[in-house]
């Protein structure tokens, strides 16, 4: 569903004859992505279909203004025939599995967005391929980008993928959610799992993660206006496992449509510990 914490450098070059051919019959040029910080890394490519790439060009074409487009703002361009892409809607949640037809085409190694038609289930992504829908929103692209940049779901995973993250099969740890076998621990427990977190720099006391009961008893909760830990929703689909953010609030990983990036998620995304 997401990777590591990496910077991803794209690249995008305009197409001279297309803007030729464009200006010879009276359409419009193409929006184009601007203010890009390309560089030496291997790009991710957007692949659009050959028929309906203006929609999303020009939703992407305010992406540098985005919080996240410091960590991901650089992209090639393919277009591609529907037939190229064979697309089911599997699982709980009806999200989008797409299949290339013909591999030999396609880096399978290098990450890519695929936009394909909407309503076609919803979106989804693993570690090199993410699924949108041509009518996304920037805030829906950005929810899917922040996978790759190391954050999870703050809803309800659907059972299929809480199973393999909440249990903890997948190839790295979070960078915004941490997740626990139980909500009372004992002191010398709590202190691990505070050594552990992501964002302990900005827990200044063990203490603050939890409520005392007893002599020997904690259970896991912090202040509303602390940062420490806060239950989500991620991990209910999965008996006996319990999922906790950083922050009170509600926040984009949570709903899509929330446009407010915390200042301490792009910290931990750009110096992820």
């Known amino acids: ?38 560089g ?13 790439k203006r929609q999303v ?5 305010q992406w540098h203004q985005h919080p996240l487009a410091q960590f ?19 699982g709980t949640r009806a999200r989008m599995d797409c299949r290339w037809q013909q591999t030999q085409t396609i880096d399978m ?21 993410i699924i949108l ?7 829906l692209f950005a929810h899917e980008i922040g996978h790759w940049l190391g954050l999870a779901d703050e809803y309800a995973m659907a059972p299929e993928l809480a199973e393999g993250f909440c249990v903890g099969r997948y190839n790295h740890a979070s960078v915004n959610v941490v997740v626990t076998d139980n909500t ?39 202040a509303a206006e602390s940062v420490g830990l806060h239950p989500v929703a991620t991990c209910n689909a999965v008996a006996g496992k319990f999922a906790w953010r950083p922050l009170i609030a509600m926040t984009p990983m949570q709903y899509h449509d929330i446009n407010e990036w915390p200042e301490l998620y792009l910290e931990l995304i750009a110096h992820p510990r």
Request: proline letters at 4%; a neutral charge; aromatic letters at 8%.
């Open 184 to 222: 009372v621990m004992s002191g010398r427990e709590l202190k691990q799992l505070w050594r552990r977190l992501p964002w302990r720099h900005a827990v200044a006391d063990w203490r603050q993660l939890a409520t005392q009961i007893n002599d020997e008893q904690w259970r896991l909760g912090s």
């Open 72 to 90: 991901v703002n650089c992209f090639s361009i393919q277009t591609y025939h529907a037939a190229q892409l064979q697309c089911d809607i599997v």
């Open 1 to 38: 569903m997401f990777t590591s914490v990496m910077a991803l450098v794209l690249s995008h070059a305009s197409n001279a004859s297309n803007l030729h051919e464009a200006a010879a019959y009276g359409i419009a040029p193409l929006p184009s992505l601007q203010n890009q910080q390309c």
């Open 40 to 52: 030496v890394v291997e790009p991710v490519t957007l692949y659009l279909p050959q028929t309906q």
């Open 109 to 129: 190694n290098q990450r890519r967005i695929v936009f394909v038609r909407a309503g076609d289930g919803i979106a989804s992504s693993t570690a090199n391929q």
């Open 133 to 139: 829908p041509i009518n996304a929103s920037l805030s």
């Open 57 to 61: 060009l020009e939703q992407l074409s």
